[in-house]
């Protein structure tokens, strides 16, 4: 079975300071790895994926994930974050032989002037 | 194609009703997914369907629920006897997969079902 963690539930953070969001999974055979975003109110919008190759995937608005394999890790980053980031980001894993999404618990992004 | 599509978007119901909630998914996608999500958690599998045939059913999935995909296009979501519990988001999404393909799900914008 396969599980995924997002421990920090809230991170606040200044307007174009960077942030890191942190998601460890578990799973006993090859992952593929993903980060959602959540708009209020709106369904998930895949942000960034990782199925294979460059362990580094980066998405159109700025953030990036890193795979890491030996941490069992998929920190999703960003270097300055905005104003309309503000917004709850799942982190979630299937497999090769699943084929439904597990997700973990959401870490709310509240990004302050 | 504007991506899926849900129907109605909000729901409120008395408790004891039935309720049927309607995916459409991305015209090519042969795979049809249902999540539940609830309040401060992430979304929870289920149930899918590949083209017309559901594969996995989730432990989530009471006999009060069923769910359908006659064609192997749209989806529907029935919930009988509707208990304040179900009070819930219901996302629905799709994927392609096929050889060397690995599907990537893209969700609705749910419906959500408030039981009173």
């Known amino acids: 079975a396969q599980s995924v963690t997002q421990l920090d539930s809230q991170v606040p953070v200044f307007e174009e300071a960077p942030v890191e969001l942190r998601c460890n999974y578990s799973?006993?055979?090859?992952?593929?790895l993903f980060w959602y975003v959540q708009y209020p109110n709106q369904g998930l919008q895949l942000l960034l994926k990782?199925?294979?190759?460059?362990?580094l995937v980066e998405s159109i608005n700025g953030f990036e994930a890193e795979f890491n394999k030996s941490q069992t890790s998929f920190h999703l980053r960003k270097p300055s974050v905005h104003i309309s980031d503000t917004a709850e980001y799942f982190c979630?894993?299937?497999?090769?032989?699943?084929?439904?999404?597990?997700f973990g618990t959401g870490t709310r992004l509240q990004v302050t002037l | 194609d504007t991506g899926v599509s849900q129907d109605p978007r909000h729901k409120i119901t008395k408790r004891g009703q039935n309720v049927t909630f309607r995916c459409d998914p991305i015209?090519?996608?042969?795979?049809l997914y249902w999540y539940r999500q609830t309040l401060g958690q992430g979304p929870e599998f289920l149930t899918y369907?590949?083209?017309?045939?559901?594969?996995?059913k989730s432990r989530l999935l009471s006999d009060r629920f069923s769910a359908e995909r006659p064609k192997g296009s749209f989806s529907t979501l029935e919930i009988q006897r509707t208990e304040q519990g179900d009070s819930a988001m219901y996302l629905c999404?799709?994927?392609?997969?096929?050889?060397?393909?690995?599907?990537?799900?893209?969700f609705g914008p749910g419906t959500r079902l408030t039981v009173t």
């Open positions: 999404a799709s994927s392609f997969t096929g050889y060397r393909r690995k599907d990537e799900q893209y």
């Open positions: 799973s006993s055979v090859s992952v593929y």
């Open positions: 990782y199925l294979s190759g460059s362990t």
């Open positions: 979630a894993v299937n497999t090769g032989t699943a084929s439904k999404l597990t």
């Open positions: 015209s090519e996608h042969n795979r």
């Open positions: 369907f590949q083209n017309e045939a559901q594969l996995e």
